[in-house]
């Protein structure tokens, strides 16, 4: 594996690779086997992995965790090295954002302005920021997302689409521990008490969507699915809503809709989505 760190090498090693397939797999370190599936699932189809690292400062609100997000560089090199990825990318804050840089992607449509845009101001437009940057520079065939960012999977999707950026934009389903907690690098901030606690969130939205199919009572199931999550230790509930797939709109029909959740444990804000 190749480990590049600025954007001239970048460049120089993608212009000697002619009609090669390349498939992306950005992320922000602290990986954990939910990233190694993507790679994985990139591996199937693709001979060339590029993978990045970039904890995207833009994407971070004033309050959250930027300064405290984990970045163990060399643990997660030698994971990419051992899942064999081919190139690792991680550049620099301020090559990527030099001080003259003064160009953001913003969504206009309204997605980003649901569920954890509603509660994280200018988020998706910092990701799709870094997103169309990292596409614009590695110039693969196609890259890989989780589904459980899936408000940022479909957001991806629509600035992919609208600016003609790269051919392919895949979704790999959650990997999740044995517990079913939805793997995540935040994971690594709850303590032992809060790690016995967060996979209540999954279990919520399994036992709604137990209900659901036989009841059809959602307003009265989600409410008592927020009081669920709260009794079981967590601090609060951002949202707890069934939106379908396609366009993030509230819903009330079981076809292509999936339950979305995001909860606080502690200083921890934890996600997940289940298809419904
Ligand atoms: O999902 C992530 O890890 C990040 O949002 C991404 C897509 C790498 C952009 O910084």
Redesign the pocket.
Same mark, same amino acid.
């Given at each position: 594996m190749v480990i590049i760190k600025n954007i001239q090498q970048l460049k120089q090693w993608r212009a000697a690779q002619v009609q090669s397939d390349i498939a992306f797999v950005?992320?922000?370190g602290a990986l954990h086997a939910g990233h190694l599936s993507l790679i994985d699932a990139a591996k199937r189809n693709h001979q060339i992995i590029v993978a990045?690292i @970039?904890v995207?400062p833009l !994407?971070f609100g004033a309050n959250e965790d930027l300064s405290r997000y984990p970045r163990p560089f060399e643990r997660d090199a030698e994971l990419l090295r051992e899942a064999g990825v081919t190139v690792l990318f991680s550049p620099q804050i301020s090559e990527l954002y030099p001080a003259t840089f003064a160009t953001q992607v913003r969504i206009t449509n309204g997605l980003d302005k649901v569920l954890c845009g509603s509660h994280r101001a200018g988020h998706f437009d910092g /990701?799709c920021t /870094?997103?169309a940057l990292l596409f614009v520079l590695v110039r693969p065939d196609a890259a890989f @997302?989780?589904e459980k960012?899936f408000q !940022?999977l479909a957001i991806i999707k629509r600035m992919n689409e609208d600016l003609h950026l790269i051919p392919q934009i895949i979704g790999v389903p959650t990997m999740r521990e044995a517990d079913g907690l939805a793997m995540s690098s935040r994971n690594q901030y709850l303590s032992e008490a809060e790690r016995q606690i967060a996979p209540k969130l999954y279990q919520t939205l399994c036992a709604i969507k137990g209900q659901y199919q036989s009841l059809n009572e959602l307003s009265g199931l989600l409410e008592w699915g927020k009081a669920n999550i709260v009794k079981s230790g967590f601090n609060s509930v951002d949202y707890l809503e069934l939106r379908s797939e396609a366009d993030l709109q509230l819903t009330e029909i079981p076809q292509k809709a999936r339950l979305f959740v995001a909860a606080r444990l502690g200083n921890t804000r934890l996600i997940d989505n289940i298809a419904i």
């Open positions: 950005p992320t922000m990045s @970039f995207n !994407q /990701v /870094v997103v @997302f989780g960012d !940022q």
